[in-house]
């Protein structure tokens, strides 16, 4: 069997592996020459993947069975456009473009009422002097607010706003009035923040069938960053509110994904949870980054998502159903405005009573001044830990949520400082 993937970053690398552990031949296109997966890879074409035309000949003589995909972000349009032109099994260019696209993925789930908010497009050809009038123009608008680029990832460019002053303030930053300033160079959505709590979604589509390997709860950083430095699995068998939790949130992603014409991929989304309403602020058909797919989800459900994808796509045995789920957390290293002076090792950290460490990789070093949190980019290059909390005694003051929190905190302050 051979299988092409489109972008080649070092998130790829998983995805790449478990295609040759399975005798699986894989191509890999990147517009980055160095990039990792091309090394990684059978095959590895330097090629913009940007440009579908370009992709698209490179691999109608390769004729690849199918496609695997990595963390991609925006040209997961072009991965739909392959399967379109070579008739293969996966995303549509047009599913794609729902997903890549905040204002049309807001624009089709607000047809059934899965995205009930205000969301407005603010294109990048709007003159530099409109922005105090585009500011009185959204005046009904509710706030908090977001205004955030049409496209894009990782909190870049994300402006959280409490009230019109701030939107006015955002918007002069984004279309200056000094002529001599450059304009911008993307178009922009505004819309109101949902309330809730936010939440990662691990899952995929078995042909056209929706199927939700794991839910994490989000640890974020106050606004306006609203970054992640951390998620915890959340085990529908631990009790009802879990198994409820779940399954409101599984039906949702089922409408929602039908809705958009998903199948045959793997997916990743992100949603606000209420106890009465689910909102997703994103979803897309690849997986998770930030060592989600290929480590966390695996080590809390014993499902490698790339792993049964490729499987299924070879006609061999394959499973998204997790028989377990571990109560885990993956944390960031979240330090902030500081220098590192020493770092402590894995083997002699203090972990509270009931705290295992599965994981660890810290990238720091000392020396490294700690800038404050404010996109992934500023965070995810630091590493990760990984901690599993024993099931809680009856009796048990502490939840394994807070457990597992308080015990990521006492990691943190075994940085010594400055």
């Known amino acids: 069997m051979k299988a092409a993937l489109i972008g080649a970053g070092e998130e790829s690398l998983h995805t790449i592996q478990k295609a040759q552990e399975l005798g699986v031949y894989v191509t890999a296109l990147d517009g980055n020459p160095d990039a990792e997966?091309?090394?990684?890879a059978d095959e590895g074409l330097t090629i913009d993947i940007s440009d579908e035309k370009a992709v698209l000949d490179a691999l109608q003589d390769r004729k690849p069975d199918f496609l695997i995909t990595g963390p991609i972000g925006r040209y997961l349009t072009t991965a739909g456009a392959v399967n379109d032109a070579l008739g293969l099994a996966g995303i549509s260019r047009q599913a794609a473009e729902y997903c890549t696209d905040k204002y049309l993925f807001?624009?089709?789930?607000?047809?059934?009422?899965?995205?009930?908010?205000?969301?407005?497009?603010?294109?990048?050809?709007?003159?530099?002097?409109?922005?105090?009038?585009?500011?009185?123009?959204?005046?009904?608008?509710?706030?908090?607010?977001?205004?955030?680029?049409?496209?894009?990832?990782?909190?870049?460019?994300?402006?959280?706003?409490?009230?019109?002053?701030e939107l006015e303030q955002a918007l002069t930053c984004i279309f200056p009035e000094n002529q001599d300033t450059a304009a911008p160079t993307e178009d922009y959505v505004l819309e109101e923040a949902a309330p809730g709590v936010e939440y990662g979604v691990d899952a995929c589509m078995d042909k056209d069938r929706f199927r939700m390997i794991l839910l994490r709860k989000k640890l974020i950083t106050p606004p306006p960053a609203r970054q992640a430095i951390g998620y915890l699995s959340v085990n529908?068998?631990?009790?009802?509110?879990?198994?409820?939790?779940?399954?409101?949130?599984?039906?949702?992603?089922?409408?929602?994904?039908?809705?958009?014409?998903?199948?045959?991929?793997?997916?990743?989304?992100?949603?606000?949870?209420?106890?009465?309403?689910i909102f997703a602020i994103e979803l897309?058909?690849?997986?998770?980054?930030?060592?989600?797919?290929?480590?966390?989800?695996?080590?809390?459900?014993?499902?490698?998502?790339?792993?049964?994808?490729?499987?299924?796509?070879?006609?061999?045995?394959?499973?998204?159903?997790?028989?377990?789920?571990?109560?885990?957390?993956?944390?960031?290293?979240?330090l902030e405005q500081c220098r590192i002076k020493t770092i402590p090792q894995a083997s002699q950290l203090?972990?509270?009573?009931?705290?295992?460490?599965?994981?660890?990789?810290?990238?720091?070093?000392?020396?490294?001044?700690?800038q404050k949190v404010t996109t992934g980019h500023s965070l995810m290059g630091r590493g990760y830990f990984i901690l599993q909390s024993a099931p809680p005694r009856p009796s048990a003051s502490e939840t394994t949520e807070t457990n597992l929190i308080n015990a990521a905190h006492h990691i943190l302050t075994q940085f010594e400082t400055e």
Not at 236 to 263: F, I, N
Not at 307 to 329: G, W
């Open 350 to 370: 203090r972990l509270p009573q009931g705290i295992t460490l599965k994981a660890w990789n810290c990238r720091i070093t000392p020396g490294d001044y700690m």
């Open 284 to 334: 897309s058909a690849r997986p998770s980054g930030h060592n989600l797919h290929n480590l966390f989800t695996p080590l809390a459900t014993g499902i490698d998502m790339a792993e049964q994808y490729i499987r299924s796509q070879c006609n061999m045995d394959y499973t998204y159903e997790p028989a377990k789920t571990e109560k885990l957390l993956i944390h960031y290293f979240n």
């Open 37 to 40: 997966g091309l090394k990684a």
């Open 236 to 277: 529908p068998r631990e009790d009802e509110t879990q198994r409820l939790l779940w399954e409101r949130a599984a039906a949702y992603l089922t409408e929602t994904t039908a809705l958009l014409g998903l199948k045959n991929c793997l997916l990743h989304a992100d949603l606000m949870i209420t106890e009465n309403s």
């Open 106 to 165: 807001h624009k089709k789930l607000q047809e059934k009422n899965l995205r009930n908010c205000r969301c407005l497009l603010i294109p990048a050809e709007a003159a530099p002097a409109q922005a105090g009038d585009l500011a009185r123009d959204f005046s009904t608008l509710q706030y908090p607010a977001i205004l955030k680029p049409r496209y894009g990832s990782g909190s870049r460019g994300i402006f959280f706003l409490n009230n019109p002053r």
